[in-house]
């Protein structure tokens, strides 16, 4: 079994920047069966919708509303991702979750970034 533990989300203006960790644990067999990672956003009232994804071996995609703002990168020596965010919007108010795709597809507890206006 895999938990996946995000930290670093929180209030900030618009314009600003935050950067979202996802720290693995558990069954080291399992964390290395975990091939791609990602971040999705899920704001009130909408559907969960994927943001970013990368590959065990760096390859990485975005939605069209977030690419050139959002970089999202791997540690696979500390199993932890991250989504640095620059350029924050009010749309991008949500709460995001860290996904890992392994032997099971495995979901954190979520983390709520707010962008004010």
């Known amino acids: 079994q895999v938990q996946l533990v995000e930290s670093g989300g929180g209030l900030v203006q618009a314009g600003g920047s935050l950067r979202l960790s996802c720290a693995a644990s558990?069954?080291?067999?399992?964390?290395?069966?975990?091939?791609?990672m990602g971040w999705y956003r899920q704001a009130p009232g909408q559907q969960r919708e994927l943001v970013a994804t990368?590959?065990?071996?760096?390859?990485?995609n975005y939605i069209d509303s977030v690419r050139g703002r959002f970089t999202i990168s791997r540690d696979n020596a500390k199993n932890t991702v991250y989504l640095q965010m620059n350029s924050l919007k009010p749309e991008d108010t949500a709460v995001y979750y860290c996904?890992?795709?392994?032997?099971?597809?495995?979901w954190g507890q979520g983390t709520q970034v707010t962008v004010s206006s």
């Open positions: 996904n890992g795709v392994g032997l099971q597809n495995y």
């Open positions: 558990g069954s080291i067999f399992s964390i290395f069966s975990i091939v791609n």
């Open positions: 990368i590959t065990r071996g760096g390859s990485t």
